[in-house]
């Protein structure tokens, strides 16, 4: 007979067991209820993509032997024009394009507003020339949110060698009535390169390489805004010494196409980053010159010779508190399971002003009105809801889709220090973590199209290391449309950005570049002539298969991890202590108990 003690012990243990089997029980099925309950992105994803290669098929027949891209380009282009944000021309395109979605066959076709953007603003008319010692007609146009010149003005020309607000000071007195040529006049080269180029296989190999650079990048943007602070000070100064106009040479632009009448008209010109506010609104009348007119104007006067130049400006005001619009559509999904979820495919819609933003990006809204026209064409019941998103604002700092993101998905708040509140939204530094809403969870991915009118070529991975065995798989059956690479490394500027920041995956296309940033790219010469058709139809198969793919399979796509950019200057910061032998820095030693 067991003692009193024994008994009590081996109660004890079989009573320990069970309540540790109960809770080991418990514990599996809570696993796996979290299992059940875990946004499938986080589940392990199958090795083999269970492709439907007879859709691969139907995709490309719609989009390469019925394709309509080129008549949605025609319409956006030459029925539209220019769009602008905040302009009436973007406010017809939001609405057109709202429209035919609706037309082809999409449900929930609608406007989204992002919020106030600024002015409204559109150029009439503009000329520019030389009317003394001799006549000439010069290539100019106003730059976006220029005032109206109210008729044309006439006045000696002045060249402002001005780099800071100190070299202003020189000018004091000297320019009423004056039309002010303000910038140094560049070096123009022969254009010995192509302009047009596709990307050849070397070329590729380097894109699929990532590029490692440890060292602190000299931040780009910094210096850009920077001077553009300066511009907006200057621009003022010349409307308080009553200039009558101000005048800018274009940059210049890859393998030196900023020549032969080419212009780029845009911030690199610009007078102040926040020139579309009316609190930050340039008083003068401003033109961005062709740089071969600039210059002749520019030698005449180094060699002290009086320049006549008249202008007119015509342009016209619409409004101070315009708010930005993104246009919408969707294809629901058939799974009862899945339909809750979505994938995005978009581009943005707003271009500068100077011509109809072909490449930039009339080409991206096109081919995903393409996608989404052959998807409605072929009736697939996809099972993830499919939905576009045209976004405005790009061009002065991705509003469209941040403003999208922001009600959606989330967003990281960003610091109101007096300091930050002045910069772009992109600059400012972050005050917290990211906040995410519930609908991020039932985002599968977002594809986006802007880097011009050139095919695809692969993807920019943006990080995503688990997404590349899946992609590879899909682009294999499309090696023949030349879609071949893939590439860890990020790509910026454009609307793919806003969803990678809160932790959805979100892609750019690698694109041939053809004259893209040679002549196209924010330039007069961005007509629906420099769109290329079979390019277009190409890219559009290619975004619908992508689509089609993320609305079809079991899971959605692999994410990185959540973003944390409130660490990052943490995580930057040098170790501390580290170097032997080194003395304890002031701050250390000044502690109490040291
Ligand atoms: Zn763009």
């Not at 418990?26 to 993509?49: G, N, R, V």
């Not at 022969?190 to 190999?205: G, I, M, Q, S, T």
């Not at 893939?486 to 892609?507: C, I, K, S, W, Y």
């Given at each position: 007979?067991?003692?009193?003690?024994?008994?009590?012990?081996?109660?004890?243990?079989?009573?320990?067991?069970?309540?540790?089997?109960?809770?080991?029980?418990?514990?599996?099925?809570?696993?796996?209820?979290?299992?059940?309950?875990?946004?499938?992105?986080?589940?392990?994803?199958?090795?083999?993509?269970?492709?439907?290669?007879?859709?691969?098929?139907?995709?490309?027949?719609?989009?390469?032997?019925?394709?309509?891209?080129?008549?949605?380009?025609?319409?956006?282009?030459?029925?539209?024009?220019?769009?602008?944000?905040?302009?009436?021309?973007?406010?017809?395109?939001?609405?057109?394009?709202?429209?035919?979605?609706?037309?082809?066959?999409?449900?929930?076709?609608?406007?989204?507003?992002?919020?106030?953007?600024?002015?409204?603003?559109?150029?009439?008319?503009?000329?520019?020339?030389?009317?003394?010692?001799?006549?000439?007609?010069?290539?100019?146009?106003?730059?976006?949110?220029?005032?109206?010149?109210?008729?044309?003005?006439?006045?000696?020309?002045?060249?402002?060698?001005?780099?800071?607000?100190?070299?202003?000071?020189?000018?004091?007195?000297?320019?009423?009535?004056?039309?002010?040529?303000?910038?140094?006049?560049?070096?123009?080269?022969?254009?010995?390169?192509?302009?047009?180029?596709?990307?050849?296989?070397?070329?590729?190999?380097?894109?699929?390489?990532?590029?490692?650079?440890?060292?602190?990048?000299?931040?780009?943007?910094?210096?850009?805004?920077?001077?553009?602070?300066?511009?907006?000070?200057?621009?003022?100064?010349?409307?308080?010494?009553?200039?009558?106009?101000?005048?800018?040479?274009?940059?210049?632009?890859?393998?030196?196409?900023?020549?032969?009448?080419?212009?780029?008209?845009?911030?690199?010109?610009?007078?102040?980053?926040?020139?579309?506010?009316?609190?930050?609104?340039?008083?003068?009348?401003?033109?961005?010159?062709?740089?071969?007119?600039?210059?002749?104007?520019?030698?005449?006067?180094?060699?002290?010779?009086?320049v006549s130049v008249e202008m007119d400006v015509e342009t016209e005001f619409t409004?101070?508190?315009?708010?930005?619009?993104?246009?919408?559509?969707?294809?629901?999904?058939?799974?009862?399971?899945?339909?809750?979820?979505?994938?995005?495919?978009?581009?943005?819609?707003?271009?500068?002003?100077?011509?109809?933003?072909?490449?930039?990006?009339?080409?991206?809204?096109?081919?995903?009105?393409?996608?989404?026209?052959?998807?409605?064409?072929?009736?697939?019941?996809?099972?993830?809801?499919?939905?576009?998103?045209?976004?405005?604002?790009?061009?002065?700092?991705?509003?469209?889709?941040?403003?999208?993101?922001?009600?959606?998905?989330?967003?990281?708040?960003?610091?109101?220090?007096?300091?930050?509140?002045?910069?772009?939204?992109?600059?400012?530094?972050?005050?917290?973590?990211?906040?995410?809403?519930?609908?991020?969870?039932?985002?599968?991915?977002?594809?986006?199209?802007?880097?011009?009118?050139?095919?695809?070529?692969?993807?920019?991975?943006?990080?995503?290391?688990?997404?590349?065995?899946?992609?590879?798989?899909?682009?294999?059956?499309?090696?023949?449309?030349?879609?071949?690479?893939?590439?860890?490394?990020?790509?910026?500027?454009?609307?793919?950005?806003?969803?990678?920041?809160?932790?959805?995956?979100?892609?750019?296309?690698?694109?041939?570049?053809?004259?893209?940033?040679?002549?196209?790219?924010?330039?007069?010469?961005?007509?629906?002539?420099?769109?290329?058709?079979?390019?277009?139809?190409?890219?559009?198969?290619?975004?619908?298969?992508?689509?089609?793919?993320?609305?079809?399979?079991?899971?959605?796509?692999?994410?990185?991890?959540?973003?944390?950019?409130?660490?990052?200057?943490?995580?930057?910061?040098?170790?501390?202590?580290?170097?032997?032998?080194?003395?304890?820095?002031?701050?250390?030693?000044?502690?109490?108990?040291?």
């Open positions: 007979m067991p003692s009193r003690k024994m008994l009590f012990s081996t109660v004890a243990i079989v009573l320990c067991l069970s309540f540790s089997v109960s809770a080991a029980e418990k514990k599996s099925k809570d696993a796996k209820a979290d299992e059940a309950t875990k946004p499938s992105y986080e589940m392990p994803q199958p090795a083999t993509e269970n492709l439907d290669l007879t859709m691969y098929q139907r995709i490309r027949d719609e989009g390469l032997s019925h394709s309509h891209v080129m008549e949605f380009a025609s319409a956006l282009m030459d029925g539209i024009g220019p769009r602008l944000t905040g302009s009436p021309n973007l406010k017809r395109a939001n609405e057109w394009t709202r429209d035919q979605f609706a037309a082809m066959g999409c449900s929930n076709a609608h406007l989204e507003d992002w919020g106030e953007f600024g002015m409204g603003w559109r150029q009439l008319n503009t000329w520019v020339r030389m009317s003394a010692p001799d006549t000439a007609v010069f290539i100019a146009q106003a730059l976006p949110w220029s005032a109206s010149s109210h008729g044309p003005v006439n006045g000696r020309a002045v060249w402002v060698d001005a780099k800071d607000e100190k070299d202003l000071e020189k000018y004091k007195g000297k320019l009423a009535g004056k039309i002010v040529f303000f910038g140094e006049m560049r070096e123009v080269k022969p254009v010995d390169k192509p302009l047009w180029e596709r990307r050849d296989d070397a070329n590729l190999k380097t894109t699929a390489e990532f590029p490692v650079h440890i060292a602190q990048q000299e931040d780009f943007f910094a210096t850009f805004v920077k001077r553009l602070e300066f511009r907006e000070k200057a621009g003022a100064f010349f409307a308080a010494e009553h200039a009558a106009g101000v005048v800018v040479p274009s940059r210049d632009g890859r393998n030196n196409g900023g020549s032969g009448g080419t212009i780029f008209d845009d911030s690199s010109g610009g007078m102040g980053w926040f020139i579309y506010q009316r609190e930050h609104a340039q008083p003068l009348p401003i033109v961005v010159m062709a740089i071969e007119s600039y210059g002749r104007v520019y030698r005449l006067l180094k060699a002290n010779v009086p409004g101070d508190h315009e708010h930005g619009f993104d246009t919408i559509a969707e294809i629901p999904g058939s799974d009862p399971k899945l339909k809750e979820e979505v994938v995005m495919v978009g581009g943005h819609l707003d271009s500068w002003a100077s011509a109809t933003g072909a490449t930039d990006n009339g080409a991206g809204t096109v081919v995903a009105m393409e996608v989404m026209r052959i998807l409605n064409a072929l009736h697939v019941q996809p099972r993830r809801t499919i939905r576009v998103g045209l976004w405005t604002g790009e061009e002065q700092g991705e509003f469209g889709s941040y403003g999208y993101v922001k009600q959606h998905f989330g967003f990281v708040p960003l610091s109101t220090a007096p300091d930050q509140v002045m910069l772009p939204d992109f600059m400012r530094k972050p005050a917290g973590p990211l906040q995410l809403k519930p609908e991020q969870q039932k985002i599968s991915g977002y594809f986006n199209l802007d880097n011009g009118t050139g095919k695809i070529r692969g993807v920019n991975l943006q990080e995503n290391a688990a997404i590349g065995p899946i992609f590879q798989q899909w682009i294999a059956p499309l090696q023949d449309l030349g879609v071949s690479t893939l590439t860890m490394r990020n790509t910026g500027g454009t609307d793919h950005e806003a969803f990678d920041a809160v932790g959805v995956p979100g892609f750019q296309f690698i694109q041939d570049a053809l004259d893209y940033g040679s002549r196209t790219h924010h330039s007069n010469q961005d007509t629906y002539e420099r769109l290329q058709p079979d390019d277009l139809a190409q890219a559009a198969v290619v975004e619908a298969i992508f689509v089609y793919n993320t609305a079809m399979r079991d899971q959605m796509l692999p994410r990185k991890p959540l973003p944390h950019p409130e660490l990052e200057e943490q995580r930057k910061a040098a170790l501390k202590n580290l170097m032997p032998g080194a003395e304890a820095a002031e701050e250390e030693a000044k502690k109490p108990g040291n």
